[in-house]
């Protein structure tokens, strides 16, 4: 059962290839790797991805005529999927070898819909380390599955453990295939298009399986678009928007204790607080406003 890696492409070159690498030295090779190249402009990367593809037929490399954006190009991905399992990787993330190895086994559970494996973060050097805020995705972690080296989470429960704090990464996520048709990247949102699939899949009975084995590598920019968006306090609006949408689904669902972790959207909130000494030490008040209201809404 060949698993499909979809790649959208935008940035670093080295650690593009980097990232491609990793794939390929994959001690599973059952695979298609996917690069989508939203139109970065480097010369170098289709000259370069000609001579891998010819080298290996596992590798597709196709670049947009136009740059798409984040999410129109991972909505692009997406509808390129062909086989029955799928990941969505960063163009700067590292798969140890096992990585396809342990996505594949935790499919042949019965039932499994998306997979989150163990995952190391590492800095813009490739250096292992475990910032705030992923010490607190670890403890969320561990408060919904408990030391287990691999547990499932359904229904209303994986709802809110996701919802008081988003603790996947996106990245490192084996998704079913079947289920991203069914419930497709919503178009509204760039930074949080990953929880709102995850709770997609769950919302409609989903399963999601989580194992401790550590067998990817997400790296952590101090500067990334996600992080500039947090900054300028632009993530915490389309946040605001995502979590009452997901309140009122939930409402309607009767999953009580869901909305009332949506409208909480507690890590949220912590988060924008972190944020706030920076923008009013800067002056930049519109953000520090955003930031200010985000904390402290009801």
């Known amino acids: 059962m060949t698993i499909d890696i979809m790649l959208p492409y935008y940035g670093d070159v080295a650690l593009l290839n980097a990232a491609v690498e990793s794939v390929l030295r994959q001690d599973d090779p059952d695979l298609r790797l996917t690069v989508v190249d939203d139109g970065y402009p480097d010369p170098s990367v289709p000259g370069q991805f000609a001579r891998l593809t010819e080298q290996d037929p596992r590798v597709v490399y196709l670049r947009n005529e136009s740059n798409l954006g984040a999410n129109a190009n991972f909505r692009r991905c997406a509808s390129l999927v062909e086989h029955p399992i799928t990941v969505f990787m960063g163009a700067d993330d590292v798969m140890l070898p096992g990585y396809v190895r342990t996505v594949r086994e935790a499919f042949a559970a ?19 380390y475990e910032p705030a805020g992923d010490k ?5 972690r ?38 991203v048709r069914r419930h497709p990247f919503r178009a509204e949102y760039d930074v ?18 989580v194992t401790d084995a550590p067998c990817f590598q997400y790296r952590r920019h101090r500067r990334s678009d996600s992080s500039v968006r947090a900054a300028d306090g632009r993530r915490f609006t389309e946040e605001l928007a995502f979590f009452q949408d997901r309140a009122a689904a939930f409402r309607r669902r009767g999953w009580r204790r869901a909305e009332r972790a949506a409208r ?25 406003m955003t930031l200010l209201g985000h904390t402290l809404r009801p």
């Open 110 to 128: 019965p039932g499994v819909d998306l997979v989150q494996p163990g995952v190391q973060v590492i800095d813009e050097r490739g250096s292992v």
């Open 264 to 288: 909480l959207h507690l890590t949220s909130r912590m988060h924008a607080a972190t944020l706030l000494p920076g923008a009013i030490a800067r002056r930049t008040w519109p953000a520090a």
């Open 142 to 179: 561990r408060r919904a599955v408990g030391e287990a080296t691999a547990a499932t989470l359904t229904g209303e429960a994986a709802a809110v453990s996701l919802l008081t704090g988003n603790w996947l990464y996106f990245p490192s996520v084996a998704w079913s295939s079947d289920r």
């Open 136 to 140: 607190v995705k670890g403890w969320l």
């Open 192 to 209: 949080v298009q990953d929880l709102a699939l995850a709770l997609d899949i769950i919302a409609d009975g989903g399963t999601l399986l």
